[in-house]
């Protein structure tokens, strides 16, 4: 009623009750006055944010947005070294930069992504503090790996973000591995995921593996950032589950397959964009097209081959390579025969039937020699009979 509205002034005022609540609640501990002190400038910003239309006033309206994170966040540090277990700091820490964040919609592209950026530096070291209560830090965690994603959708158009994307997830998997952090390896999960729609939505879409060229127009540029993308996807597809394996968070193939055959689902995605995009940024018309087609049926293949060959005792691995087999087989029949023609049609079916050929007589020797104990030259001699 005072300042007629949700503006900077009022934003302002409760920002000054805040930090003069603050001693108090950090000596008292009282979580009445810590609400009421700590969650009203939060809301007053992100509704004065919201009706910041006149552009004037623009960066008034994101500097107290950036204040109100930079005081939330000290608050929330001054409160959970003083009580670790305070419920109230968790929340303010993972509450405050919402304030700048949001407060990004006003500036351009450069200042935007580098405000959120600025937010997402400051909560990821916040989360890698190895002293602090985990709760807080996981808090921070994602609330900055958040940031992290608006930063990098900002910053970054196109393809290039996809890739980003996908790479930050990644990073995120080794991360969770060599710190045993659990919210690292959620948040690696959740960009991988987001990065594979927006991978199948647009760097490397499911009609580059369907259609011919002639009825995709794009461009070499395209296919050479649908590779990058394509190889990154592959290697996100590989890091989770080894992250989550190493952190026991993930079993064995054979106790847990569902998220091992998802993973590897993802791979054979990756690995067939890959294939199909370098062979059509080669050659970007129907030759380069059924050429790839051609490469990613035996590749599948092989693939099988090396799975089958290493499961001989290791019952998901033989598992996998019989679905794979299936699979190449599939294709082969079904998409291969109707799409390829020519000599593209007569390298698919020779090569995996060579392949499988290979793969049959070869799987065979090595599981008759598996059935045949060793120990049976090391038995001694049945004694004489009389």
Known sequence: MLTEGFTVLLVGFLLVLKMASTPVQIQRNWPGLAI?????PIFASLLTTANAIPRDYEWTVVGVAAATTVVGIAVALLTIRKRPDD?????????????????????????????????????????????????????????????????????????????????????LAF?????????????????????????IGQAVPLTWLLEEPRYIVVGSGDYAAGLVTALVLGVFAATAPWAALKMQVL???????????????????????????????VSP???????????????WTIAALFLLVKGINNKALRISGLILVGAAVVKLVTFDLAALDGVARVLAFLGAGLVLLTAGTRYAKLVAS?????????????????
């Open 251 to 281: 079993r064995e193939p054979a106790k847990h397959p569902f998220p091992w055959i998802l993973a590897g689902l993802v791979l054979l995605y990756g690995a067939a964009g890959a294939v199909l995009c370098a062979a059509l940024l």
């Open 285 to 299: 018309d129907e030759s380069g097209f059924l050429f790839g087609h051609s490469v990613v049926t035996v590749s």
């Open 36 to 40: 009421a002190g700590g969650f009203p």
């Open 370 to 386: 598996a059935k045949t104990p060793d120990s049976y030259e090391s038995k001694p001699a049945a004694p004489p009979s009389h």
């Open 175 to 199: 991360l969770a591995a060599r710190l045993n952090k659990k919210s690292a390896l959620v948040g690696s999960i959740v960009f991988g995921a987001v990065g594979f729609l927006m991978t």
């Open 87 to 171: 419920i109230v700091a968790i929340a303010l820490v993972a509450g405050s930069p919402l304030a700048a964040m949001f407060a990004t919609t006003l500036l351009e592209k450069p200042a935007a992504s580098a405000l959120a950026g600025a937010v997402a530096a400051v909560l990821l070291a916040i989360w890698m503090v190895p002293d602090l209560p985990k709760a807080f830090t996981t808090a921070a965690g994602a609330t900055g790996m958040l940031a992290l994603f608006q930063t990098t959708v900002i910053a970054l158009d196109g393809n290039v973000r996809t890739a980003i994307v996908l790479a930050e997830a990644v990073l």
